[in-house]
């Protein structure tokens, strides 16, 4: 496919956050490298990549999230403050969290725009023990340590069940069915759901 011009914004050109939720291994961080090599301007805030920026990332994988978060925000507002889109590939089940990159938006004057990439609970477990077969990403190994010492699928299915309750208690948020392998159909619903309404 094609180079695609930028998806129509809101009335009056604002900016949004396009957050892209869901469990670990869903597609999240592939649809938002997809979205922005085809809507230029586009910043794709990946807080994984970020993280990997931090000196010593690989033996504290948290830590260095947590020392990235408040660069990421600032980032992301001052971003969206030059009238240009951001997409947020990130779980984020917390309300305290997502209130805190709501919050960036709302400072930039931008729309917060919730996107939830969500598949079937078993489908979400065998898709993270294969994920990293095809992206080489290099925090794979430390994101399998997390989730074993958390409690390996079990935490899996309940990071599943949380965000499956937190969509129901976002009214604005959106579900995009991701079916494993079905990159071009997931990619295609996230277009559509983030097209203007007509008229």
Not at 30 to 47: F, I, S
Not at 60 to 75: E, K, Q, S, Y
Not at 118 to 133: I, L, S, Y
Request: glycine share 10%; aromatic share 6%; charged share 25%.
């Amino acid at each position: 496919m094609g180079r695609t011009e930028p998806v129509a914004r809101t009335v009056g050109g604002v900016s949004r956050l396009i957050h892209l939720n869901g469990p670990p291994g869903v597609g999240k961080s592939t649809l938002a490298r997809r979205y922005v090599a085809d809507h230029p301007g586009t910043l794709n805030c990946d807080v994984d990549v970020l993280r990997s920026l931090v000196g010593g990332w690989e033996a504290d994988f948290v830590g260095a999230g947590a020392l990235i978060r408040p660069a990421a925000l600032a980032m992301i507002e001052a971003y969206l403050g030059t009238g240009q889109d951001v997409v947020l590939p990130q779980m984020l089940i917390r309300p305290t969290e997502l209130a805190r990159f709501e919050g960036a938006a709302s400072a930039a004057n931008a729309e917060f725009v919730e996107r939830f990439v969500m598949d079937e609970r078993d489908a979400v477990v065998a898709r993270f023990h294969r994920r990293g077969d095809s992206d080489p990403a290099p925090w794979h190994r430390q994101v399998r340590e997390i989730v074993a010492g958390q409690g390996g699928d079990e935490h899996l299915l309940r990071c599943h069940d949380a965000l499956e309750r937190l969509l129901a208690e976002r009214p604005q948020a959106v579900a995009i069915v991701s079916r494993d392998g079905a990159v071009e159909a997931t990619y295609r619903a996230l277009l559509d759901s983030l097209a203007p309404s007509p008229g």
